[in-house]
C-alpha cells in the first residue's frame, strides 16, 4: 500500500458540508467586517445630521413664529391704539360734548371721511339713543349693545365689541368712549369699523403652505381668520388648543398639538394688552420637509455606498481568501501523498511566507519519502 493513500471509512478524510460552510464562513465574515467599517461611521454620522437639522429647524420654526405673533400683535394694537385715540380727542371737541345732532354730525363726518375705515362713527345719549351719525341714514337705538352698557353703567373709559353691525350686517368692530363735561357723562361716541381691516394685518400672514394666523378676542370670538366662515359666523374657538392655553393664565407659549384631521401642528399664542389672542402655525410635515429630504437622500447614499463597499470587499475579500483555500487544497493533497504538484507564490506578505512555508515542506516529505 502506498504511504498516504487514501482509507475509505469513517476516518476517511472528506470535502464535507463543514469544510464548505467554513470557507463560505470567512469570506462572509470579511465582507461584513468591511461593510460595517465602511458604513457604521457613515450612519451614524448621517444620523447624528440629521438629529441636529431636525433641531435647527424646529428651533428656527420656534423662533419665526415668536416674531411674527409679536410683530402683528404689535401691529395691532397700533391700530387699535390709533382709532382709540381719534376718539378720545373728539370726545373732548365742544361741538361732541354739546350733545347737539346738527353740530355733531358735521364732526362725525369729517372723523369718517378722514378714516373711511370707520364704515360709521356716532353719538348716543346715556339711555342709548342715538342723537347723530356719520352717515344719512336713520338714527337707530343702540341701548342693547353692549359697548353702550360698558361705558355707561360700567364706567369704562374705553370698550369695544365685535358683533354683527344694525348698519352693515357685517362682522364688525365698535369702540366707544364716554363723552363727559365737567367730569360728568352725557353721552357715548362710538365707530364702527369692518373686520377686514384687522383681517389685513391678520389673516393675511402665510407661511408655506399650512402656515397661518388668527386673532380672537378675549371671549375667543373669532376677529379675523383665513376662513371667512369663522369671521362671518363668529365663530367661538374656546377649544382650540393654543386660544384654551392662552385662556388658562394668559401667558404666550408654544405648542405642539394634534389637529382632529390627525396632523401635528406646531403653534405659538400671544396676548395683547385688550386680552386679545393672536396666535400662529403651520403643520410639522411642512415644516420638517427638508428634513425627510435630508433622510431620503442619505438613504440613497447609504445604499449606493453599502452596494460599492460589497462590491470592494467582494473583490479584496476573494484576493485575500483565494491563496488560503488555494493552500488548503495543496495542503490536503499532499495529506493524500500527492507529493508532486509545487505550491508557486508570487506574494510577498505573511501569505507568500506561508506558501513558502508549504512549498518546503512538500520537498521535505518528498524527499523522506524517497529515502524510504
Known sequence: MAPFERIEGDDAPEDSDDDKRTRFGLLAKTMVTMLAVGLLPLALFGSMTLLQQRDRIRGDA????????????????????????????????????????????????????????????????????????????????????????????????????????????????????????????????????????????????????????????????????????????????????????????????????????????????QGNRNRWALSVQQNEEELFAPVRQTLTLGLALLVAAAILVTVFATLFSKMLIRPIVDMTRAADEMSLGALDRPIPSSRKDELGLLAMSLERLRKSMKAAIARL
Open 62 to 269: 420656534e423662533r419665526s413664529m415668536q416674531v411674527n405673533a409679536e410683530r402683528i400683535s404689535t401691529q395691532v394694537d397700533e391700530w387699535f391704539d390709533k382709532n382709540v385715540r381719534v376718539l378720545q380727542a373728539a370726545a373732548n371737541l365742544p361741538a361732541i360734548a354739546a350733545m347737539r345732532g346738527e353740530d355733531q354730525a358735521k364732526v362725525l363726518a369729517a372723523i369718517q371721511q378722514a378714516y373711511p375705515w370707520m364704515y360709521l362713527v356716532f353719538t348716543v345719549t346715556p339711555d342709548g339713543k342715538n342723537i347723530a351719525r356719520s352717515d344719512s341714514k336713520p338714527l337707530t337705538d343702540y341701548s342693547d349693545r353692549q359697548y353702550v352698557k360698558d361705558v355707561v353703567v360700567s364706567g369704562k373709559p374705553l370698550s369695544w365689541e365685535t358683533l354683527i353691525g344694525k348698519t352693515s350686517n357685517k362682522p364688525a368692530l365698535v369702540l366707544a368712549v364716554p363723552v363727559k363735561v365737567n367730569g360728568a357723562l352725557v353721552g357715548v361716541l362710538a365707530a364702527a369699523m369692518n373686520i377686514e381691516d384687522i383681517s389685513s394685518i391678520v389673516a393675511t400672514w402665510k407661511s408655506g403652505r399650512s402656515g397661518f394666523a388668527f386673532l380672537v378676542d378675549e371671549k375667543a370670538k373669532v376677529i379675523a381668520h383665513p376662513r371667512e366662515q369663522f369671521v362671518l359666523s363668529q365663530t367661538h374657538l374656546n377649544d382650540h388648543p393654543l386660544v384654551s392655553a392662552l385662556l388658562q393664565d394668559g401667558q404666550p407659549r408654544l405648542l405642539s398639538y394634534t389637529q382632529t384631521d390627525g396632523k401635528q401642528v406646531l403653534g405659538y399664542v
